[in-house]
């Protein structure tokens, strides 16, 4: 097994610390390296990461600022040279919190913690593959896919409409369609469909519920051989 991580720390020797104990763990591949919380964000939309590498004091975004802009929470381990934080990193159910500078056999023993979570989690999600988790209000709520009218992209945000309410995440679509099943189409760069919510189609427009969705010339043809047509 192996964990695509990333690591998030102002400073550079700690930074660079990190990274060597990383790179001597054949179980962690690391996908970039961050000076702060908003160079973090903009990697954590784009790729889908297993563990977070996180120092907690940081100018202008602190790790526990960037937790609370998380649609989607991987597997968090802490860095940090206090232990004052130890009651936080409970309320956001980290993974584990590391002192620095961090020994070698201590940075072992979190990564065998951090493994041991994800074989669990995969495990969990075998059974459960009818539904994403979206977090709302510092909780994490499932959404069944049966539920879902339709996603639509808002800029740096995606609204997820369900049959009664929505959901506002940070995320991105390319994201999100890598996780929906194959109930579900992008027919717009601004919207992904669930099929089974259609109500009629049109020449460039499509209709879910009571929502005028227009359709790409690029995904109608993908769109038409999806449907049953008689």
């Known amino acids: 097994m192996i964990l695509r991580c990333i690591i998030v720390d102002d400073e550079t020797m700690a930074r660079k610390?990190?990274?060597?104990?990383?790179e001597q763990h054949e179980s962690l591949q690391i996908i970039a390296?961050?000076?702060n919380a908003t160079q973090a964000l903009t990697v954590l939309a784009d790729q889908?990461?297993?563990?977070?590498?996180?120092?907690v004091e940081m100018p202008e975004l602190s790790g526990f600022d960037l937790l609370d802009r998380l649609p989607i929470m991987p597997q968090v381990?802490?860095?940090?040279?206090?232990?004052?934080?130890?009651?936080?990193?409970?309320?956001?159910?980290?993974?584990d919190y590391l002192k620095k500078p961090i020994a070698q056999l201590r940075f072992k023993l979190a990564v065998e913690k951090a493994l041991a979570a994800q074989k669990k989690q995969e495990q969990v999600q075998m059974g459960d593959k009818k539904a994403i988790y979206v977090k709302s209000d510092g909780?994490?709520?499932r959404v069944p896919y049966?539920?879902?009218?339709?996603?639509?992209?808002?800029?740096?945000?995606?609204k997820i409409q369900t049959n009664s309410q929505s959901f506002v995440v940070y995320t991105t679509m390319k994201s999100l369609e890598e996780k929906l099943g194959t109930q579900f189409l992008r027919v717009h760069r601004s919207y992904i469909i669930n099929l089974?919510?259609?109500?009629?189609?049109?020449?460039?427009n499509l209709v879910v519920a009571s929502k005028v969705i227009p359709i790409s010339r690029a995904n109608k043809s993908e769109l038409m051989s999806r449907l049953n047509l008689l």
């Open 196 to 204: 089974d919510k259609i109500v009629d189609i049109e020449e460039s």
């Open 17 to 22: 610390a990190l990274q060597r104990l990383c």
């Open 48 to 55: 889908e990461i297993d563990l977070l590498w996180l120092d």
């Open 33 to 35: 390296i961050c000076e």
């Open 77 to 95: 381990i802490l860095t940090t040279s206090k232990t004052d934080y130890a009651f936080d990193a409970f309320q956001y159910q980290v993974t």
């Open 146 to 158: 049966d539920s879902i009218m339709y996603i639509e992209n808002t800029g740096d945000y995606v």
């Open 139 to 141: 909780r994490y709520v």
